[in-house]
């Protein structure tokens, strides 16, 4: 189980300070929250061994064309770029800082809303920090037809 | 698919995430989550245990199909509460899936729904406590700091103390109403409807699993604590889960007034000759095409959870060439794919049921739009080993319910014209915060 208290704050803290990657620190930082579960050395544990995420090319949002348009579309619009995006992630906070991560700020009054936007600007399919939830390292959406 | 494939012998599912829950759980003790690898919140043997006894006369389409006559019942009591309950239907449906649900878990009906019988105070308290408990896990689990305070630092924070205090609340209640059926079943005084019940098929059960273990670990049976923390994990999930999806069909219908009038038409020709639904109409979907197409279209534009499935690998697994290593959490979004202009005829946003008739679904076959009829899509219950056990009892809630409230009335909503005009917000799913309805007698 997770420590109570300052040795657990001290847990957190020493694991913000070894992530030393991007993908380091995203483990980290859902580790860091998460029950019991002992931390694998390619979640970017404290003894180095990372092994990140390997990934094609391609992780530009700003090259997505989703379209948010309601008219009528051809199905071959449809865009089958599976392309792998992380989105920015911190120790402890996840995606969850908006100026820091890109996604829309967290409103269960807009989850809907906020989710069409998450995909039309990373694609479909992408990893987020999504603190408590996240298992492992990232939290990572799936939409793929063929998967 | 692939994904699923990959889980090993002990899937994961939603449950293991939610940690609200657990950490509430937890700190009264529960048997539901106690013992090896967090019981039912877990995924080892404990949750297999659980599971499968929980499950058993629940999930399948005879045993779902097999409470329908209560449900029915049920559903034509409540529905005579709407027009007294206009001004705060979010409420009234709490109560009207309560009263769908104890129907099938006891074979009871409480009528708490309707204002105009008399009501057990004791059941209002169970669903105002059930529906603060599943609601604020929801808002806990999207609140960052929730997650901090309580797993980093282990400081239980205001949200699960109300937590705690609903459970303790909920849980008391319940064992009181098994109490009292324990008792009924042993005098011999259960009705025809109770001994249809869940509870009584249960019992059975679970005498048996006493009566055939022997001392060793593998075949040890359900206790007595345990029977009632599964009734109490059932009848506390199926309150704000269930209303939120009936809801959001009810806005539909109305706004849609010609839409009601051709529910009306396909119910109306299914009748009994006493005038009641027929169960026989709900067992298979086709009965009611129309009906089936509408539900299918409100899941799609207001689905009660945009991630209907979370799921962990236990292996390194290759996605569009990407290795995501073991031990990785993927979640499913299914709205945004079923929102996608290049996937759909005209407005996505539009609420067109008929995009759901076989011709329609027949034209998307060998095109890129034929992924939005993939069975992943149809419904928000997720999909292998951890389906929601009770998603077929719970469709069926929402099929009878909505058909009695469009038999019974003309439904209209003066003050919204959209679907998208109106406000929603995380309870314990996806709920639209519903304005006055009119409810205009047929009968």
Known sequence: ?147 | MKIIRHEGKYPSGLLESLWPMHKALQAIDAAIVRGEKRAFFGRGEEWKRIRNFLQTDLLSPAAANGYLPGVIRAAELASKGAPACSANLNDYLHRCAFDMFTAVMFGELLEVADPNTPTDPVNLQFVTHATNFVATDAKSLFSPSDAIWNLVFQRQTEKITSMVESANVTFAITRTKIQAFQAAMEAGTLTELQQQSYLAGAMKRFQEQVEASTSSKEDKPIDEELLVNICWAMLTASVDTTSGVMAWALVHAALNPDMQDKLRQELQANMTEGGSLSPDIFTKRANVPYLNAFLRESHRVTPSVTMSMTKEVNQDIEIHGVTIPANNKFGFDQYSLQMEPALLEGDPHAFNPERWFPGAVETRKGTPSEIIDHPFFKDPFSQGARKCPGSRVAMNEVFCFLSQLILDYDIRCPSYASYTEIPYTMEGVLTPVLPPLEFTPRK
């Open chain 1, 1 to 147: 189980m997770m420590k109570s208290g300052l040795p657990a704050l001290q847990t957190a803290a020493r694991r913000m300070l070894l992530a030393t990657t991007r993908t380091n620190a995203v483990a980290a930082s859902i580790h860091g929250l998460f029950w019991d579960r002992p931390l694998p050395l390619h979640a970017g544990g404290t003894g180095g061994g990372c092994r990140p995420l390997s990934t094609n090319s391609g992780n530009d949002p700003s090259k997505r064309s989703a379209s948010t348009s309601t008219s009528m579309a051809s199905s071959s619009d449809f865009d089958t770029n599976f392309d792998f995006v992380k989105i920015p992630s911190l120790p402890l906070l996840g995606s969850m800082i908006p100026w820091h991560s890109g996604i829309p700020p967290q409103d269960l009054t807009k989850l809907r809303e906020n989710t069409l936007k998450i995909k039309q600007k990373f694609g479909h399919f992408y990893s987020m920090g999504v603190p408590g939830l996240g298992a492992g390292s990232h939290g990572t959406n799936n939409n793929s037809p063929k998967n």
